[in-house]
């Protein structure tokens, strides 16, 4: 039975192939984007779960409090790890984990070329990291590789980069000029974990506590600058963990807490929750559920709209096959029969299309930069991946049994006797539901279609608006060399001398990427010399001047013979409120020459300047309290603010002098608006797959209409030819058939329109600085929906317009 009800859904397909290929390509787009969004679910969903002890494995941070400060830090003190590995029998074992500075790494074989790479993913962790986590090792011991100091365990690709085919175990990559030992290779770190590395190097270095009385006193606790994952029992429950750290607390933070009206409380965060649920500072960048719930909303949406067209189209072609139905009825099929039967037609082509879908899903993932642009590595491994095989035959058949649903129902319920004699017609209720469907259709198109072009003219906002500093046209190139560290006044003058170089300075700080997370300071305030928290930056001579950064108050450092040190300091607009710095009825000092100073610093410095307010950081967050901080040793990186023309010939005589200054690194710079720019990428890369989402629902929707203008076309040949016999002209006649198109279409935006503006209202609460909501984009996107419908409707109805009124007065 099932094997003919197969064959005749085959002829089905063939004998109306416009209508069935239509019908297959919707169904196909609506399978392939639910493939691919099932990968990205998958791979967001099972973030650290590779690790065979996941669910025993969590990371400590810490809620610091005193005064002026209140900080929730992914990262915990190092000595923390090994007291409570000591004291408290649950921790099974603890491993501690700090990312490596960029660095430059050597690999000098005896005979052959010298292999020097910058490498960015370097952890430095504990002997007892394999004991914890689970990686596949290709050589060496997990036991015994990160035991000896100086030794490193690399990753497969890491070690190809640098080894080539030869056997890398025992040999040595040069680390800030020491050799370290490769011990082990493992597999390449998973894509989804939020602990990513290419090198593990061995032996975290402790710090020295004080003991004092029998006691430890020591601020160290409180300095958090290590990632520390406990292996707890199994089915632990981490309320047994805080009830019994306040002893720890008393004995080893108690003593510090105590001198800035401190309280420290321990956060246990189990590893697979970090990705979605962390909201600490100083953590790796984490999972945004908002955006897995957009992408998987609209991923329902593009299928809905594909079971819409094949709804659609069968209940609008049943007038065709009203004379079939009634002939099976009369030869004895059941209603039951004939409900499967048109299940079975819907399925058919339902898992055709999933064929289809395959293919497209494995060009997007193989043949264009989808994995690139995601930051993801998504593979359509079906024979590996259980998963991902059944659940998109699950999704295909699902698909053909929600569309082949309501034409099943519908179709054998046609009269016998009224479609044996040709006289069946379309009933009122299927004309509703197919203009409620298209109405659903553009509704859901044009609500995504206005979400996208909001979401970029944020993107767009944020990339343009004035952040209060110049951040075009400047290049930064890191200095590396101590070498040239100590001679970096003499190297700035000698840029200098370029014309097309207009400015120079150095800085630790890059606005954007680096900008220290706070520094603790004793600051003057009505009550006395209080403790509080700044952003800080620090920098060299010239940093305002260079970075074009507007000083509104007092003066800016002094450079050359008479330079500032250390202990006078530069305020943002933001301090001084925080601060109530400014000058008001009972208080005419303002800001400059009010007291600041490091915490333990025994010296008093002042406020010698106010900036304008700056974005330093993204304008996701409100500008910080900063202070800006005149180092007495310049560092960090070199910053060069050059002239717009002649950009190669400049950028070709830095490489040049640069080489002079420092031969012993290869050569790199960036520029400083694409570096800021950057902290907006995955802004735009939720932006590129919406848009790419927004089409396919757009085109998915014309789909439908196409074919359902076909049908209706070619439904009113005859009452066409008779208009044009009482002259009704072409364009006329496509305006009759498109008409009802357009009422639903303006229908769909009305509707739409204040759940898009709500929608739009809660993302952009993302963002400190927003754009203004233009109520013309709304506008603009329903006329194109109109315009693209129209020229859709005319395709087919041009042709039936033009037709000869005797030809169609002919038809039927």
């Known amino acids: ?39 990205i679910l998958q791979n967001d969903l099972s973030y650290d779960k590779y690790h065979a002890n996941y669910k025993r494995i969590y990371r400590l941070g810490g809620h610091l409090q005193a005064t002026g400060v209140d900080g929730r830090s992914a990262r915990s003190a190092r000595e923390l790890g090994a007291i409570l590995k000591a004291e408290f029998p649950e921790v099974q074992e603890v491993v501690r984990a700090n990312s490596w500075d960029r660095t430059l790494l050597k690999y000098e074989p005896k005979d052959g070329e010298e292999k020097a790479f910058y490498e960015e993913n370097i952890v430095r962790t504990d002997s007892t990291y394999f004991q914890v986590f689970t990686h596949k090792f290709i050589a060496g011991d997990p036991k015994t590789c990160l035991r000896d100091l100086r030794t490193l365990v690399v990753t497969e690709s890491t070690a190809k980069r640098y080894f080539g085919d030869d056997n890398p175990l025992d040999k040595s990559l040069i680390l800030d000029g020491t050799p370290w030992k490769v011990t082990a290779v493992i597999e390449d770190v998973p894509e989804n974990t939020h602990l990513k590395f290419d090198i593990l190097l061995s032996r975290l270095v402790d710090r020295e506590w004080v003991i004092e009385n029998g006691a430890v006193k020591s601020e160290a606790f409180w300095n958090p600058d290590v990632y520390t994952y406990l292996l707890m029992p199994d089915h632990y429950n981490p309320k047994d963990f805080m009830a019994k750290f306040p002893a720890i607390y008393t004995k080893y933070f108690k003593s510090f807490g105590d001198q800035v009206g401190g309280k420290y409380t321990p956060i246990l965060e189990p590893l ?270 010239d940093y305002l001047k260079t970075m074009g950064i507007t000083l509104v108050d007092g003066r800016d450092f002094q450079t050359g013979p008479k330079a500032d040190v250390s202990d006078v300091f530069i305020a943002n607009e933001a301090a001084v409120k925080l601060m109530g710095w400014g000058k008001d009825s009972t208080d005419r000092q303002g800001p400059i020459g009010r007291k600041l100073k490091w915490f333990h610093a025994e010296k008093d410095g002042h406020i010698i300047g106010v900036v304008k307010d700056f974005n330093f950081n993204s304008l996701h967050n409100a500008i910080e309290p900063l202070i800006i901080v005149k180092v007495d040793t310049e560092g960090g990186w070199l910053h060069l603010r050059v002239k717009g023309e002649n950009l190669p010939e400049t950028m070709a005589y830095i490489k040049k002098k640069w080489a002079e200054f420092d031969p012993n690194h290869p050569y790199e710079y960036f520029f400083l608006d694409e570096r800021f720019n950057a902290q907006y990428k995955e802004d735009e890369v939720q932006h ?102 129209f020229f859709t409707v005319a395709f087919h109805s041009l042709k039936t317009a033009r037709m000869n009124p005797v030809n169609a007065l002919k038809y039927e």
Not at 18 to 23: A, Y
Not at 456 to 476: P, T, W
Not at 703 to 728: D, N, P, Y
């Open 688 to 789: 590129t797959l919406l848009s790419n989402l927004a089409y396919i629902c757009m085109f998915i929707s014309l789909l439908g209409l196409l074919g359902l203008s076909a049908f209706t076309a070619a439904q009113r040949t005859k009452e066409i030819g008779v208009r044009k016999v009482h002259g009704a002209s072409v364009p006329h006649i496509i305006f009759l058939l498109y008409k009802d198109v357009m009422y639903l279409i303006l229908t769909a935006a009305v509707i739409i329109v204040p759940l898009a503006y709500y929608v739009i209202e809660k993302w952009m609460g993302n963002f400190a600085y927003q754009t203004s909501l233009n109520v013309f984009t709304f506008v603009g996107v329903a006329l194109t929906a109109l315009v693209f419908s």
């Open 272 to 541: 697979a929750d970090i990705h979605f649920n962390s909201t600490l500072q100083a953590d790796e960048p984490h999972g945004n559920k908002a955006y897995l719930y957009a992408f998987t909303g609209i991923g329902i949406f593009i299928i809905l709209l594909a079971c819409i067209n094949y709804m659609n189209l069968s209940t609008a072609k049943s007038v065709n096959r009203a004379g079939e139905i009634a002939m099976k009825k009369t030869l004895g099929s059941s209603k039951r029969a004939l409900v499967f039967s048109f299940l079975m037609e819907s399925v058919f082509l339902s898992m055709l299309s999933l064929v289809l879908a395959i293919g497209l899903v494995f060009f997007v993932l193989k043949g264009t930069s989808f994995n690139t642009l995601v930051g993801k590595n998504l593979s359509p491994d079906f024979l590996h991946n259980p998963l991902l095989l059944f659940g998109s035959i699950g999704i295909a058949l699902g698909i053909g049994i929600i569309s082949g649903l309501y034409p099943a129902f519908y179709l054998p319920g046609i009269p016998t006797i009224t479609a044996l004699k040709g006289a069946f017609k379309n009933r009122k209720s299927s004309h509703v539901l197919r203009r409620v469907l298209i109405t659903t259709q553009f509704a859901i198109s044009i609500f995504v279609v206005v979400c996208t072009l909001f979401m970029q003219d944020q993107i767009d906002f944020m990339r343009s608006r004035e952040l209060g500093f110049n951040k075009e046209n400047v290049v930064v190139l890191p200095i590396l060399d101590t070498l040239v560290q100590h001679q970096l006044t003499g190297i700035k003058n000698e840029f200098l001398q370029n014309p097309n170089i207009t400015a120079a300075t150095t800085s630790y700080s890059i606005p954007g990427m680096n900008v220290d997370g706070g520094s603790v300071m004793m600051a003057e305030s009505k009550e006395g010399m209080t403790q509080q928290r700044f952003t800080g930056m620090f920098v060299g001579d």
């Open 1 to 39: 039975m099932i094997r003919n009800q197969l064959r005749f859904s085959a002829r089905v397909f063939l004998k109306d192939k416009f209508f069935s290929i239509l019908n297959m390509l919707g169904l196909a787009l609506g399978i392939a984007v639910s493939i691919i969004l099932l990968l």
